[in-house]
């Protein structure tokens, strides 16, 4: 494997590698430019840690994601997974473009809902959900629940008896297979915590089907997330797709959602495969229709595919300003920088790696390696363990691509960080879609202390 960031004098093209940057940055003068947008400008306008979001870059993916469909023969769709990054405008964004909305919370739905999402196109998820998101989603009118364990059919059997309109429901099965990621990231082995085994479907689907209220009509998995080689997705889909047939065989005739999951491996470092977002979800597609061609008879369901990270991952572009530079002993620097691990933890929780550049300076000649480290309290605040970066100083603007997904939905207020605030480029415009966190925002939960003193 290629490892850059141990070497010194990274070449050019590596110090600008255009496929893990938004598609409308480019380089002039040096300068990193977002679609006409000088980005170190930006910055010292808006303020940092900031986050821009490339629409073009969006907009490219989701392409990339219809284009790959058309090789299913039958129906398909895009649910976007909302945990990767979620907001109301994104979500009126989203509801634009057609896409479908996986969410997973109270916090979720309501956001989707607020945004005036249609709840005909919002399917529900996780391995513990709330009756008060039971009930949230069935008033809502939600298009499906995917029932993740067996004892979810008697929470939803007892709002159908209060005379909730349950929403259709999907099985979440668990392929036990184990996806070649990061352990934290692997949803689909035998020890999973979520979704159900083909006993324990089978199991679910008879007493669905006995139940005159509840109706099954999906089948779900999805086994993980970052994932490069497709092997194991295909392995993944060849199991949904005979306990699909098996279900159908069975009786279970209102089945009519297949939905694979999402997962598809984003590089977010020259190190990483490079990968043609149309030509894997394509390759996906294709096997599923194989598949379905060998081994079910019955008419094409709906293809749902629920991608977030291969989604927005890219668009994101996170900014911060040097504050401090330190020179080791061993020749390597310390550049500590506005923002770590409140607005990103993944290098803490995956050992995720990233690259990064001066934005005021992108191409500029590497001085050697830096570690960039944020303000908190903890050895684990980095953003980057090694990078060969030109001569930095307070002040500059460093510029991290590949920032759009599981950053900000991750984000925390540790050692009281404000999050971000965060900008969409849509064609010349920039748009604000969240303002930067107060202090007041901190303070807004707390409540006045009783007159007894504590
Ligand atoms: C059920 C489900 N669907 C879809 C996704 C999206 O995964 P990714 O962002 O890797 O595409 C996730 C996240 O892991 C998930 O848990």
């Given at each position: 494997m290629r490892r850059y960031d141990d070497k010194v004098n990274t070449p050019r093209a590596i110090r600008f590698y255009?496929?893990?940057?938004?598609?409308?940055a480019y380089i002039h003068r040096e300068r990193l430019h977002l679609r006409g947008f000088d980005v170190a400008g930006l910055a010292a306008r808006l303020g940092t840690p900031l986050y821009l979001y490339d629409g073009a870059t969006f907009d490219h993916a989701v392409a990339a994601y219809r284009a790959g469909l058309r090789a299913w023969p039958g129906p398909s769709a895009i649910s976007y997974a909302a945990k990767a990054w979620f907001n109301r405008p994104f979500a009126r964004v989203l509801a634009r473009r057609g896409l479908h909305i996986d969410a997973v919370s109270e916090g979720e739905l309501g956001v989707a809902l607020a945004a005036g999402?249609?709840?005909?196109?919002i399917h529900v998820h996780g391995n513990n959900k709330s009756p008060t998101l039971a009930r949230m989603a069935a008033r809502a009118g939600v298009a499906a629940w995917v029932v993740d364990h067996p004892q979810e059919l008697a929470l939803l059997a007892r709002l159908s008896d209060e005379g909730e309109r349950i929403p259709d429901l999907w099985l979440r099965f668990t392929p036990a297979l184990s996806a070649p990621t990061h352990p934290y990231r692997q949803?689909?082995?035998?020890?999973?915590?979520f979704g159900m085994s083909r006993d324990e479907i089978l199991l679910a689907a008879e007493q669905i089907h006995k139940h005159p209220k509840l109706r099954l009509t999906g089948l779900h998995a999805h086994i993980g997330s970052?994932?490069?080689?497709l092997d194991p997705m295909f392995e993944a889909c060849d199991r949904l797709i005979a306990l699909f047939a098996e279900l159908r065989e069975r009786g279970h005739a209102s089945l009519r959602v297949l939905s694979p999951g999402g997962g598809l491996g984003a590089p977010y470092h020259p190190d990483d495969p490079r990968l043609s977002l149309f030509q894997n979800v394509e390759r996906i597609v294709r096997h599923c229709a194989a598949t379905w061609a060998r081994m079910a008879k019955a008419p094409h369901p709906t293809l749902l595919l629920e991608p977030g990270r291969s989604l927005i991952a890219r668009a994101g572009l996170a900014l911060y300003t040097v504050g401090a530079v330190r020179m080791l002993e061993n020749g390597r620097r310390i550049i500590a920088v506005d923002g770590g691990m409140a607005d990103n933890v993944r290098p803490a929780l995956y050992r995720a790696r990233y690259t990064a550049c001066a934005?005021?300076?992108?191409?500029?000649q590497p001085l050697g390696p830096a570690r960039i480290v944020g303000?908190?309290?903890?050895?684990?605040?980095?953003?980057?363990?090694k990078i060969d970066l030109p001569p930095l100083s307070v002040g500059d603007i460093l510029a991290i691509p590949m920032?759009?997904?599981?950053h900000l939905s991750m984000a925390s207020n540790y050692n009281g960080a404000l999050r971000p605030a965060v900008y969409w480029l849509h064609r010349d415009d920039l748009i604000p879609f969240q303002r930067r966190e107060t202090i007041a925002d901190l303070l807004a939960r707390d409540l006045p202390l009783p007159l007894i003193a504590l």
């Open positions: 255009r496929p893990i940057w938004p598609i409308s999402f249609p709840a005909g196109r949803t689909g082995h035998r020890e999973s915590k970052q994932i490069f080689d934005a005021a300076a992108a191409l500029a303000p908190l309290c903890e050895s684990g605040d980095f953003l980057i363990d920032s759009g997904a599981y």
